[in-house]
Structure formats: C-alpha cells, structure tokens
C-alpha cells in the first residue's frame, strides 16, 4: 500500500506539483520509506529520489529539478490529497 502527498515547487516563476509517495507496506521494499518519481523532460533525465522522510524526499527532488533550471526556488508543503 502506497500513500501519497503532494509538494509545491516554485522554480522561477513556474509552480509544479510534486508527489511524494511513502511505502506504507507490501511490493518490493524501497531503499528509503518515501520516494519521488520526476518524469524525464528535455532537458533531464527521468530519476527517482528517496528520503527517510516525506519532506527529505522532496528536498532532494527539489535539489534535482534545479540542477536543471538556474532558478531560485522554493518548497511548500501542501496537504494530502
């Protein structure tokens, strides 16, 4: 069973959502509990990053999506959906 929150990102003048899913039992176990899927895009490859927590997962999303941009950004959480 898979839980899923969702981040806002602001990258630039741009806002993507993020979700962030946590392995809450069952599949095939993770390397860490909670996990982000970015999709591939011109300019990136698709990845996959994880984090002990919701939070870290997202900052290290973060971290790869602005590899990419040159923009500043920021991270807000947004509850559950």
Do not use: D, N
């Amino acid at each position: 069973m898979i839980k899923e929150e969702k981040y806002i990102l602001y990258i630039g003048t741009e806002e993507y959502v993020l979700g962030v899913q946590e392995l809450l039992w069952g599949s095939e176990p993770w390397p860490e509990r909670f996990r982000a899927q970015i999709p591939a895009s011109a300019e990136r490859k698709a990845t996959t990053v994880y984090g002990s927590t919701g939070s870290e997962a997202a900052e290290r999303a973060t971290e790869y999506l602005t590899c990419y941009s040159g923009a500043r950004t920021r991270l807000s959480h947004a509850k559950p959906f």
